[in-house]
T-cell receptor, first 110, second 113 residues
Framework: EDQVTQSPEALRLQEGESSSLNCSYT??????LFWYRQDPGKGPEFLFT???AGEEKEKERLKATLTKKESFLHITAPKPEDSATYLC???????????FGDGTTLTVKP | DGGITQSPKYLFRKEGQNVTLSCEQN?????MYWYRQDPGQGLRLIYY???????QKGDIAEGYSVSREKKESFPLTVTSAQKNPTAFYLC????????????FGDGTRLSIL
């Protein structure tokens, strides 16, 4: 069964304290791995797509990386406005849907 | 601007009543999706459609129904058979290929009176 697991469930950081969020997956036929950001009461906002092991994508203080079994979302020197829930999802070969993890809720204190 | 519009933002249902949530997209996407999100939880797939006049059950389809008569529209009906309908409902669309992300609306919050 295809499975996506995110850890930790919640992460509290001080402003400027860098850290990483993990997304591990056991799927057959990965087509793409996606990271989203979700603010309270809003729909998820797309951040990155990663397609193959070794690939990296960056946007401001965020960098996403991918291996054959997991992806990391690195947050460098976070600010309070980075506080949100971060979701990862995998797109599968021959499937019209994605499988989502349960998310990591990040809180950055000033 | 292209995007997904969900309405209403808040909806209240009386016991025994069916309610319909609207989802419209102007991204020219083939595939559309409905998710349910409970507090502190991830997204659970209710139904999805990869093409007009066709749709498939997701993981928690019981008590819900959908239609896909137009490419742009994918309404979700929460029926009286859904015993615990209070949740945040999200609609999404994509090209339908596994290597493309989904684009989400801003959700409808459904509560029971």
């Amino acid at each position: 069964e295809d499975q996506v697991t995110q850890s930790p469930e919640a992460l509290r950081l001080q402003e400027g304290e860098s850290s990483s969020l993990n997304c591990s997956y056991t799927v057959s036929g990965l087509r793409g791995l996606f990271w989203y950001r979700q603010d309270p009461g809003k729909g998820p906002e797309f951040l990155f797509t990663l397609y193959s092991a070794g690939e990296e994508k960056e946007k401001e203080r965020l960098k996403a990386t991918l291996t054959k079994k997991e992806s990391f979302l690195h947050i460098t020197a976070p600010k309070p406005e980075d506080s949100a829930t971060y979701l990862c999802a995998v797109g599968l070969l021959n499937a019209g849907k994605s499988t989502f993890g349960d998310g990591t809720t990040l809180t950055v204190k000033p | 601007d292209g995007g997904i519009t969900q309405s209403p933002k808040y909806l209240f249902r009386k016991e025994g009543q069916n309610v319909t949530l609207s989802c419209e997209q102007n991204l020219n996407h083939d595939a559309m999706y409905w998710y349910r999100q409970d507090p502190g939880q991830g997204l659970r797939l209710i139904y999805y459609s990869q093409i007009v006049n066709d749709f498939q059950k997701g993981d928690i389809a019981e008590g819900y129904s959908v239609s896909r008569e137009k490419k742009e529209s994918f309404p979700l009906t929460v029926t009286s058979a859904q015993k615990n309908p209070t949740a945040f409902y999200l609609c999404a669309s994509s090209t339908g290929q596994g290597n493309q992300p989904q684009h989400f609306g801003d959700g409808t919050r459904l509560s029971i009176l």
